[in-house]
């Protein structure tokens, strides 16, 4: 019986994940309302949970996709996986309204750049400090501060060690997963509850995923304004970091 069931769980792997993604986010908002009062939204908690999930299937399997390791929840890497994340972020900016985006104006701009700007800084900084010094690996870590993705775009376009190209990627993962878990809570301190303030937070923050599942926690309608201009906030930084960081890091340096 076991086998059967094994083998239908490989066999329609996508169908699975969908349905603990759904049971995962059902006993999140039933421990929000239950044991928080609201207090804490449920898909911060969702998020918490899937990070804790991924962990031990990780450490059961030795493995580097979490769950996904897993043969039974194979189907989590495709749902998890690059493209339909970025269907849903494309599909989630089709529902900004043009309005909203003219209202941001200035200081939606002035965002992405301080936003990538002092992202790479303070990357550059804390690679400094861990006994790093040549441009290329300052660069490619202060890149991997803005996102995930600007750091191995910008070590392979300078040529970067494999070893400072991980860390890059570390540096993002880290800050993607703290802005996840963040947003929801810092929320109502830094007057994140409408479309212009959500453009701005996207382009300070930059991460897409982090930025897309905090304010998806916080408010879901905020989601499309953020996401949005995170978005641009990568294309940004790939653009800025291999080409005028680079050139001032390696003047200083």
Excluded: W
């Amino acid at each position: 019986m076991f086998e059967i069931l094994s083998d239908t769980f490989v066999e329609n792997g996508l169908i699975v994940s969908f349905a603990v993604v759904g049971i995962t986010i059902y006993l999140s908002y039933m421990i929000s309302d239950k044991l928080t009062n609201g207090k804490i939204h449920g898909s911060a908690i969702a998020i918490i949970m899937g990070l804790v999930l991924a962990y031990i299937g990780g450490i059961n399997t030795g493995g580097e996709q979490g769950l996904a390791d897993i043969g039974i929840f194979t189907g989590i890497g495709l749902m998890g996986g690059g493209m339909l994340r970025d269907f849903a972020i494309v599909a989630t900016a089709f529902g900004a309204s043009l309005d909203e985006i003219k209202k941001a104006g200035l200081p939606g701009i002035i965002s992405l750049f301080a936003g990538v700007i002092v992202s790479f800084v303070i990357g550059v900084v804390i690679a400094f400090a861990f006994g790093y010094t040549d441009a290329v690996s300052l660069t490619t870590i202060g890149a991997g501060a803005a996102t995930y993705i600007v750091g191995p775009v910008t070590g392979t376009a300078l040529g970067a060690s494999s070893e400072v190209i991980a860390l890059s990627i570390a540096a993002g993962l880290i800050k993607s997963i703290l802005t996840m878990i963040g947003t929801p809570f810092v929320a109502k301190y830094i007057g994140l509850d409408n479309p212009r303030s959500a453009i701005v937070y996207g382009g300070l923050m930059g991460t897409t995923s982090g930025v897309a599942g905090g304010l998806a926690a916080t408010d879901p309608k905020l989601v499309p304004y953020g996401a949005m201009t995170a978005t641009f906030y990568t294309g940004l930084g790939c653009l800025m970091a291999p080409s005028v960081l680079f050139l001032v890091t390696r003047t200083i340096f």
